[in-house]
């Protein structure tokens, strides 16, 4: 009985160390996405962020989220510098909608 109670322990234990360290990593970019059209995507973005190389990613990129997906981008390619200097100040996010942005924002 105490052999049970001491594996249950030690699966805990192990389980609780394994989900706790998994939320310390950071999603990053590994490369950029190619865009073929660029102003057909720019239609679609809902909001994006700043990936610097710092901490644990190595890859500085522009995080974009779309309605279905996340892409990252090359800050330094000439339409996406246009963009982020356009909208700099005027990012849409999710949380400033009462509903999800699926819903909500429509172009």
């Known amino acids: ?33 190619h865009v073929k059209h660029p102003t057909r995507l720019q239609r679609h973005i809902i909001n994006y962020r700043e990936q610097t190389t710092g901490g644990s990613c190595n890859l500085h990129a522009y995080v974009v989220e779309l309605r279905r997906a996340t892409i990252c981008l090359n800050p330094n390619e000439p339409w996406v510098k246009k ?8 990012r849409r996010k999710c949380s ?3 509903k999800s942005c699926k819903r909500q924002y429509k172009h």
């Not at 594996?7 to 160390?17: E, H, I, P, R, V």
């Not at 982020?84 to 100040?89: D, I, L, M, T, Y």
């Open 1 to 33: 009985m105490r052999f049970q109670l001491l594996t249950l322990a030690l699966m805990a234990a192990c389980f609780s160390l394994s989900t706790s360290q998994g939320n310390s990593f950071e999603d990053c970019c590994l490369k950029y996405y």
């Open 83 to 90: 963009y982020v200097k356009r909208n700099g100040k005027h």
């Open 96 to 98: 400033d909608f009462p």
